[in-house]
């Protein structure tokens, strides 16, 4: 029987992993055997931590609430206590814990730092601190020649700086370096981006300012020198922006973009990245540790595949930790399923195919799965809709290529055909839609308003030439005889005017007759419609009150018939309940009245009409809007000269004075229905 390679090199893999568990720890691991602290200038703490072999390769990240770093030391058992108290500066204690292979220390914090590590021999020196140890990683270092420094300078330096523009807009800073584990800090003053490299590790050709504006991005320039022995490179963005800094190997990326309104909502709807934040720092790991870290971080439990592998330099600040993990996979071409607690972790291509072979599986499934006929009763919705939605559009439908759907009119209900999988998922989708309808009342209130002043004043003159047959007839006398002949008639006509007449005689039997007569009248009405209507969401309601006026016509055959206007009070609405229990209202009220007729007997309609769209909250009372008329007439009627004769010309004039006015007002109350008045 062959064996195909790879299964052989499982298989000895998995041979030399049972011979290490077998052995005691101390047989191919170290003994952490002593713990020191001691405070450094700059309010800097160093623990150091002592082995009885050589230190082990350290792997560590950092969290901020609570603030705390924690430290795994692979094949390491531990001789310490488990609780170890520190008391300087920022650090309070070290908690030792010993799980299978490995050791933890995690390290509790006054408030979140920095850290760097150093191994030197049997040592192992953890800083604590804003400059990360480099005064006095430096100092511990042993003393090199200049000329093996210099050779190191030349091989550890930045090749490259380079600049792109992101698929969103963002600007994306790239620096090559020819050594991953170049030392570097990275802060924002000014609102300037510094990122700055320990020692002259910028090649004099890269010593300029990239000038990147055209390219539409929020950042305006980069510029690259050396300042006071180390390497600064500063990013000079334009107006609010935000930046993500993070290193895969050898290549330190720095994303800057611009702050977009649609990532506020997208954060507040939980789209984002929303992980606890956490710092990386490492040096040529291995991706499954770091995959193993991020797990041990989150409480996930990982499932690896077996190609997944390869090394990995991260450089992280303060980063989501769905995030971080995201930057890791991209990095080496991997994609992530959760389910549950459960994390896997493959190469993408492997991913998709397993993702595309389980939808064949499921597809024969399908194909071969019984088919069976189920009678689902519809309640509140009409049968047929619930049909329509079920069936689709041409290619989407929600059954089966084997199932069908027939509608039941008479008990309005469905046949359904299909597999028993799709009828359960048909139920649940059916139970979504058939639900009762909320119902709103809408009352409305007309109200017109009318007022109406008028005042007239005017004369008359009369006289007559009979002789008079007393002193009686030759006095002061009102009203005029028979004989009067009117000369100039100004009087007022209207029914309910007052008069008042006075008489003027001669000694030789001519009377002169003056009538004065006037008119003041000042009135006012209010009228009230009050319609109500109770619809369904989104249904259209419409409610009429009135007459029908019949007037005669004629034909085109010359015949006369009977045709009819509307004088209608009205008021049609279309209500729609908004997701926060508000109502968008589409109104259309009119109020109609007949005030005249035409010449041939054709009433006249008077029309007051409101057409709208408003938003009110349930059980607001809202004014559409108002139709306000006012209608002033001044008319004076007068005797040529005489009336324009000053003082005297009052006596030769008819003045008319009128002020009407009319304000129709429109008010609005919606109220939803609640399901239990409803069901009353």
Known sequence: MNISPLLQARAVRGLLYTLLAMLPISAWGVTLKNIDTAALPGEMVEIRLSFDGAAPVAHGYSIEKPPRISIDLPFTRSELPKYNEIGFNNAKSVTVLEAGDRTRLVINLQQPTRFSTQADGRTLSIYLGENNGTTEVQRELPQRSQSSY?????????????????????????????????????????????????????PQNLRNRLDVIDFAT????????VEDGNSIITIEPKGEFEYLAYQTDN???VSVKAPDPKDRSRRKAGLSYKGDKLSLNFQDIEVRAVLQLIADFTDLNLVASDTVGGNVTLRLQNVPWDQALDIVLKAKGLDK????????????????????????????????APVYTDLVQINYADAEEIATVLKGAEGASLLTERGSVQVVARTNSLLIKDTQAKLDELRSLIDQLDIPIRQVMIEARIVSLSSDFSKE????????????TSETDRALSVGGGQKDNVFTDLSVGAEGSSALAIGFSTGSGTILNLELSALLSDGGGEVISQPKIITADKKTAIIRSGEEIPFEEKTSSGATSVAFKDALLGLEVTPQITPDGSIIMDIKVNNDSSTSKTNSGVPIISTNEVTTQILVEDGETVVLGGVFKQEVKNKTVKVPVLGDVPYIGALFRKKTQSDVKNELMVFITPRIITEGVSLR
């Not at 700086?161 to 570097?184: C, K, N, T």
């Not at 549950?340 to 071969?368: D, M, S, W, Y």
């Open 251 to 253: 290549l330190l990326t």
């Open 457 to 468: 004043l005017g004369v008359k003159w009369g006289g007559s030439n009979g002789e008079t």
């Open 337 to 368: 399923r959760l389910e549950g607690n459960v994390l896997t972790v493959a190469p993408a291509a492997e991913i998709a195919a397993r993702e595309r072979e389980q939808l064949e599986n499921e597809k024969q499934i399908r194909e071969l």
């Open 218 to 225: 929020p950042i305006k320039f980069i510029d690259a020198a």
């Open 150 to 202: 210099q050779v190191a300078e030349m091989r550890r330096g930045i090749t490259d700086i380079g600049f792109q523009r992101g698929d969103d807009g963002e600007g994306e800073v790239i620096i090559a370096l020819s050594d991953a584990r170049i030392p570097m800090d990275m802060n924002e003053q000014g609102g300037r981006i510094r990122l700055e490299f320990q020692g002259n590790v910028l």
